[in-house]
């Protein structure tokens, strides 16, 4: 698949994670989570300390997202994206976008093995789906 290919796959999914959700607005974990609601997509945040991140309840990990959840954004730092590739290959996540800076080799090629559709090319989702600040 293209790349383009590749994003219109992710974006056709129902429900969205956002690994790495931040309760900071100036964070890029906060601003994915906001795209999201500007596009009026469901989403749900994934943090293990927040309760709610922009009015939404959050999911303390990967594991804990409701089933009808197939794509997931990460913006974590790569040792941590790693283990967050792990876990939603576990749970049957079939789109990852790995937002600039969170990529990982190891976790791109455990995607790759697994049949996941990996978006790590440097992509950035907020300007795929022209994110803008209030």
Not at 35 to 48: G, K, M, S
Request: hydrophobic letters at 40%; a negative charge.
């Amino acid at each position: 698949m293209t790349i383009s290919e590749r994003i219109d796959t992710f974006l056709d999914a129902d429900a969205f994670g956002v690994v790495g959700a931040s309760s900071k607005p100036y964070k890029y974990g906060n601003k994915v989570l906001r795209c999201y609601q500007q596009n009026q997509r469901t989403v749900i945040p994934v943090n293990p300390v927040a309760k709610q991140i922009e009015g939404l309840a959050c999911v303390a990990s990967v594991s804990d997202l409701p089933g009808h959840v197939d794509s997931i954004s990460i913006i974590t730092p790569p040792q941590v994206t790693e283990k967050v590739v792990e876990e939603a290959i576990a749970k049957g996540i079939k789109n990852i976008w790995m937002q600039p800076g969170a990529e990982s080799a190891q976790a791109v090629t455990a995607c790759e093995e697994a049949g996941v559709n990996i978006i790590a090319d440097g992509s950035c989702m907020l300007v795929v789906m022209g994110y803008h600040e209030h």
